[in-house]
Structure formats: structure tokens, C-alpha cells
């Protein structure tokens, strides 16, 4: 195949499942949310348990006016939602789901997917900054210093699969793997999954979103097809840190027949994680913030680096 049209493909392959599974994240918090509360919510819409519920909000969205405020930095208050998409978008290239479907098999594609997740907080200073409201500012204040806090965590809990699989390569990772990982990097993979939820910004680490202090943090001067940008970028960044976790401490493609469905093991896997997020909106509380930088730096930090300890001295004992 001529590269050009194996890249092309690559490319349409990565945009196409970036396009497919937000949605199906999306439209499974709606279900999971309303069954688990006795709240079933719309369920006519397309017939079969309301499916077609998310295109008609997708449609209401696409005719809502576009407003930007008077007093905002008006090329950044635009700018901003495409920076806190894009960075998910190029994520999922680096993500493996066999040893064959992968748009891009970077060598250091750990350390790639996590240096990109990071820019998409960007977005959301910019869109904070730039709206002129005070609201705006301090939710957009309290995401960076949230990301701050559990970035360092996530990254020594994936330094420690690195320092097991002795591989930086998501691919060598997963090809270095066994089932004894479950147990001996469950504390990392604890780490790593509460790190992710929060630096989503989903409940309970909601904060910089709260509607009952700050109306709806970063986000409040968004309406319209940028405002769905953003709720886009959350559920894709559940997509990515799903299918990263499962790719990281579940195996990825490793199960019944890999050879021909090993894509189809990683996907589900990912699916699961990403409804273990979805149960977590539910069933816990928004913390405050004095406790969200305590869980930080007082039990995932040490964690993560017993965790990262361990691993070293179980290579070493091992070697």
C-alpha cells in the first residue's frame, strides 16, 4: 500500500473513532446516570432506549446563538475550546489497540500521550482568562492548580509500568505485561485512575465547575457549538484515559482469540474503565478543595512513589 494512502487512512481512522466513541461515552453516562438514580430520564427518542436523545441535544446545540461577551479577549475566547480538544484528539493517535491498529507507534508514545493530555488544560485557562468574568478566572485558576496537583502522581505511577515493562513504548508495555501486574501494580493503577478522574475535572473533582460557588467555572460565557466543544473534550478525555489505562494495567489486546480481536479486548476494557468514571459522578460527593490538594500531595503522592519503589526493587531482585 502507497504510504500516502496508509497514512490517510491511519489519520481517517483516528478522527473517525474520535468522532464515535465521546458520543458512546457520552450517551452511556446518560443511561448509566439515570438508571442508578431511578431517573430514567427521555427514552423515545430513536425508539430503542432512547438513543437518539444525544443527536437531538447535538442538534440544539448546533442552533444556539453564539454569544461572546463585550469585554473578552475575543480571539482567545474562540481560540480556546479547539485547544482543549485537539490535544485528545492527537493522544488517541499514540494509543494502541492491537500491535497493527495504531495511527502512530512512537517509541516514548507514554511520555507523548501524557505530555499531550497535559496542553489540554490550556484550553481551559484560556477560555477562563479571556471571558472578562470573575467566575471564568477563578474556575479556570482552580483547574491549573488541580492539574498541578495530580499530574505528579500519574506520571510516577506510569514511570513505574515503564521501569516493569522496561519500555517507554505503550506497544512494549502491553507486550511486556502479565497477569500478576493486577495485584503488583494495583496501587499505581489506584493512583493513576484518581488522577485521571481529576484532572477531567469529573465529580468528585469537580470544583472548578461548581455551579453552586462559581456558577460553571471556566465554562459559564460558552454557549452554543464552543460550549459543546468542551463537554466534548471531557468525554474524549475519558475515552483516552480509559483505553490508556487499559493499555497500561489491563493488558490492552491480551485475552480470547488477541490475534484477530485484540482491538475489540482493548476497546472493552477501556469501556469498563470509563463506566467505573461514569459510576463515580454518582456515587461520591464533590470534594472541597483543601481536600483535593490533601488527597494529592498527603496519599496519591507517597503511593505513587512506594509504588515506584517497589517496582524498582522487584526489577532489581528479578534482573
Avoid at 457520552?26 to 432506549?49: C, D
Avoid at 475566547?77 to 494502541?96: D, H, K, S, T
Avoid at 475535572?201 to 453552586?212: E, G, N, Y
Avoid at 464533590?286 to 524498582?312: F, K
Wanted: aromatic fraction near 10%; charge should be neutral.
Amino acid at each position: 500500500m502507497n504510504d500516502a494512502v496508509e497514512v490517510t487512512l491511519r489519520a481517517v481512522g483516528v478522527l473517525a473513532a474520535f468522532l464515535v466513541l465521546p458520543l458512546l461515552v457520552g450517551q452511556t453516562e446518560h443511561k448509566v446516570m439515570a438508571h442508578m438514580q431511578g431517573r430514567l430520564g427521555p427514552m423515545y427518542a430513536g425508539g430503542f432506549h432512547g438513543w437518539a436523545q444525544l443527536v437531538a441535544d447535538g442538534v440544539k446545540f448546533v442552533q444556539k446563538e453564539d454569544i461572546t461577551p463585550a469585554a473578552a479577549d475575543k480571539r482567545v475566547f474562540r481560540f480556546a475550546p479547539a485547544v482543549a480538544l485537539v490535544p485528545y484528539l492527537v493522544a488517541m493517535a499514540a494509543i494502541p489497540l492491537s500491535p497493527d491498529v495504531v495511527a502512530a507507534d512512537l517509541p516514548a508514545s507514554a511520555v507523548f500521550v501524557l505530555a499531550v493530555t497535559a496542553v489540554g488544560i490550556l484550553g481551559t485557562l484560556m477560555a477562563g482568562w479571556a471571558s472578562a468574568n470573575k467566575y471564568s478566572l477563578l474556575g479556570a485558576m482552580r483547574a491549573a492548580a488541580q492539574l498541578l496537583s495530580y499530574e505528579l502522581p500519574m506520571v510516577l505511577a506510569v514511570a513505574s509500568v515503564c521501569l516493569a515493562a522496561g519500555s517507554l513504548s505503550l506497544t512494549g508495555i502491553v507486550t511486556a505485561w502479565s497477569p500478576a501486574w493486577l495485584l503488583f501494580q494495583l496501587p499505581g493503577a489506584v493512583v493513576f485512575l484518581v488522577s485521571a478522574v481529576a484532572e477531567l475535572q469529573r465529580p468528585p473533582f469537580d470544583m472548578p465547575v461548581a455551579d453552586s460557588e462559581i456558577v460553571f467555572g471556566a465554562y459559564t460565557e460558552y454557549t452554543g457549538l464552543r460550549f459543546a466543544f468542551f463537554l466534548l473534550s471531557e468525554y474524549a478525555g475519558i475515552v483516552v484515559m480509559s483505553l490508556l489505562f487499559a493499555v497500561l494495567y489491563l493488558g490492552g489486546w491480551h485475552g480470547l482469540a488477541s490475534d484477530q480481536l485484540g482491538w475489540l479486548w482493548t476497546l472493552l476494557k477501556g469501556f469498563c474503565i470509563a463506566v467505573v468514571v461514569i459510576w463515580l459522578r454518582v456515587a461520591w460527593p464533590r470534594l472541597r478543595e483543601d481536600q483535593l490538594q490533601r488527597l494529592a500531595w498527603l496519599v496519591l503522592v507517597p503511593l505513587a512513589l512506594a509504588q515506584l519503589a517497589l517496582t524498582g526493587v522487584w526489577v532489581v531482585a528479578t534482573a
